[in-house]
């Protein structure tokens, strides 16, 4: 505590008055000098620990070593280095590296050198050591040198931002951040760091980037969702006849996921096929999801069949796939076949099970499953999937045994498990247990605008207007609440149209408008909001503002755009609510079309007045 706050003479009196001082004792102290630099009262307290029956242990010696920064120490490491050698502490890549650094700072690169060529571990922090020692004594082709046997060695850059960001400054410093081979690293560096901007500063800086630079800056991309710029950056790379590799490819499908754009992803799949780069179970795994994402499970279906011996990627994909299109019996039959060839599940495996009982109202068979994880397939439970179970008991309203299962999982309950109750409470009407779980989880996610929202709805339907009322001026009031705006798209004749809430900006608004007038679907007396609406407009203006909700918008179009015996795709990127739920299945009734929407959470296939997922979503 003496040395935290910087008061040493209280610190070295106390210690001096200790009737027995332990191991843990002295590195204390020589730990808290070294790191102000005190060498001579590090050494003192060295030698006097020499005369006790105490040995030191790595730790001291890497404290004292730390200390040892001008050519002036260069004799005194050496005896450092001969005792860490003596007491067996060498080939460890802290000790070595910390030896490194102080015959680099002590102006010996030769014995640096020596020292480093003999260790058998090496880390980035090494590497760097090196890189750092040689660029400060000004001898910058040795600099070069590592970062290239860095390269050549395939070391990787670890998620040490400070780490990465010194290396990144020595290849500045150095000239080299044009360079192909030295650039990719970089970019692929801050990717994986999660800092996309510094990836990009990296990529536009490198002259001529080859394949892998484009895969690690288009991955950069997709992980922050911006699909048009991996859509714009692949387009120009085929058009440009530059290289492309199966890893693009693979991002190719995965963007076509998350964008639902079929007419590219088949195009991909195409261009994929023709050059060979379609990369083995990765690539055919992502090309499942890309399908059965875009609406096509039967192509999904089409390309897990061609596959010989499926992994547990591939299966995990179509038994996703199948679960996102409300398809729960096919996804547990796919398990089971999964099991009977002997690949094993993994913990997305069992997400995708999970998912397949919760929109189904599976609740017994998802219990035996989640009790089984960990004892008949060896994968142990994670917070994710505790979360699924307690979504399964909210929606079937098995409101209770969700609460008991949050208070008695084995991890801290997050916004997911309180959301996920709340969810159940609003569609079953617990108006009691709804407040618990909003209140916990606008504590753990106060910027979550579903908390609100569904928290206003359980109040409507409770008839409690006042504390509805209150509950819309809250978030009003709530300045930093950023709520994501309704979009739903169609595609037709390979040309997406988007559509949001009342949107009046499309060249054919006076025929979509004409058509869902002619639809005469009279809506319910239904207060509750979607996440569609703004939470601030008046419950007056609400049967209104279902009129023009996106997707409706989208399906009128469909049905005055395509042919009459083809389906309807449309996309949307919020969660339907129930009254336009109702929508698709009526237009599925009077026009006998079937209507196809996906939402954030799943597909709906609406045909002859029903929807594929029971009502129970």
Not at 13 to 20: G, N, Q, R
Not at 44 to 56: G, R, V
Not at 103 to 118: H, R, V, W
């Amino acid at each position: 505590m003496y040395c935290n706050c910087g008061n040493f003479h209280d610190a070295q009196k106390l210690f001096d008055e200790m009737a027995e001082r332990t191991l843990g004792s002295w590195v204390v102290m020589i730990s808290a000098y070294a790191d102000k630099r005190l060498l001579d009262n590090c050494l003192a307290l060295f030698l006097k620990m020499q005369e006790s029956d105490l040995k030191p242990n790595p730790n001291i010696y890497i404290s004292l070593l730390k200390c040892l920064l001008e050519s002036s120490c260069l004799e005194l490491g050496k005896q450092m280095h001969s005792n860490v050698i003596k007491a067996g502490f060498t080939n460890n890549v802290v000790m070595d590296t910390t030896i490194c650094n102080m015959y680099m700072k002590c102006g010996c690169l030769e014995s640096a050198n020596l020292c480093f060529d003999l260790m058998h571990e090496k880390n980035t922090v090494t590497w760097t050591t090196m890189m750092v020692g040689c660029t400060q004594a000004d001898r910058q082709d040795d600099a070069l040198r590592y970062f290239k046997r860095m390269m050549n060695e395939g070391v990787h850059l670890d998620d040490d931002q400070e780490m990465g960001q010194q290396i990144h400054g020595l290849i500045v410093k150095l000239g080299l951040e044009s360079e192909v081979s030295v650039g990719t690293p970089l970019v692929d560096f801050y990717v994986k760091g999660g800092d996309v901007e510094s990836a990009i500063r990296a990529f536009e800086t490198i002259s001529e980037p080859n394949d892998v630079t484009w895969s690690a800056i288009f991955c950069g991309y997709s992980q922050v969702g911006e699909f048009e710029k991996c859509i714009k950056v692949f387009n120009s790379l085929r058009n440009e006849g530059a290289a492309l590799n199966q890893f693009i490819y693979t991002s190719i499908f995965q963007v076509c996921s998350g964008f639902a754009d079929l007419n590219l992803g088949a195009q991909a799949h195409a261009d994929a096929i023709k050059r060979g780069l379609i990369s083995f179970l990765y690539g055919e795994s992502a090309m499942i999801t890309m399908y059965a994402k875009c609406g096509r499970l039967d192509l999904a279906y089409r390309v897990f069949e061609s596959i010989d011996e499926p992994d547990t990627v591939a299966w995990t994909a179509m038994i996703a796939s199948c679960a996102y299109h409300g398809n729960a019996v096919e996804a547990l039959t796919l398990f089971k076949k999964m099991r009977a060839s002997g690949v094993r599940a993994n913990a997305v495996t069992f997400v995708a099970i999970f998912t397949a009982c919760s929109h189904t109202g599976l609740v017994e068979e998802a219990k035996e499953y989640l009790d089984s994880m960990r004892i008949e397939h060896g994968v142990e439970p994670t917070i994710d999937h505790y979360d699924c179970m307690i979504d399964i008991y909210s929606r079937a309203g098995l409101l209770n045994d969700a609460l008991d299962l949050i208070k008695t999982m084995p991890f801290e309950p997050d916004a997911m498990s309180w959301k996920s109750l709340l969810g159940g409470c609003s569609i079953h009407r617990n108006l009691e247990l709804g407040k618990i779980a909003a209140e916990k989880l606008v504590e753990l996610d106060p910027k979550d605008t579903a908390a609100y929202i569904l928290m206003f709805n359980l109040y409507a339907v409770s008839g409690k207007w006042e504390e509805a009322s209150s509950v819309r001026k809250l978030m009003a009031e709530r300045r930093d609440l950023k709520k994501e705006i309704g979009c739903s798209w169609i595609t037709v004749k390979s040309k997406i149209h988007r559509f949001i809430v009342g949107d009046q900006h499309h060249p054919r608004t006076e025929q979509i408008y004409s058509k869902l007038e002619e639809l005469k679907f009279s809506e319910e007396n239904n207060p509750a909001l979607s996440e569609d609406d703004d939470v601030v407009n008046i419950l007056a203006e609400r049967k209104e503002q279902l009129l023009v909700h996106s997707e409706r918008l989208a399906i009128a179009f469909g049905l005055i755009s395509t042919p009459s015996n083809a389906p309807i795709v449309v996309f949307k990127n919020l969660r339907a609510c129930k009254n336009c739920h109702d929508f698709g299945k009526h237009v599925s009734l009077v026009t006998g079309r079937e209507i196809v929407v996906r939402d954030s959470n799943r597909f709906h296939h609406f045909k002859y007045g029903d929807c594929s997922c029971g009502d129970y979503w």
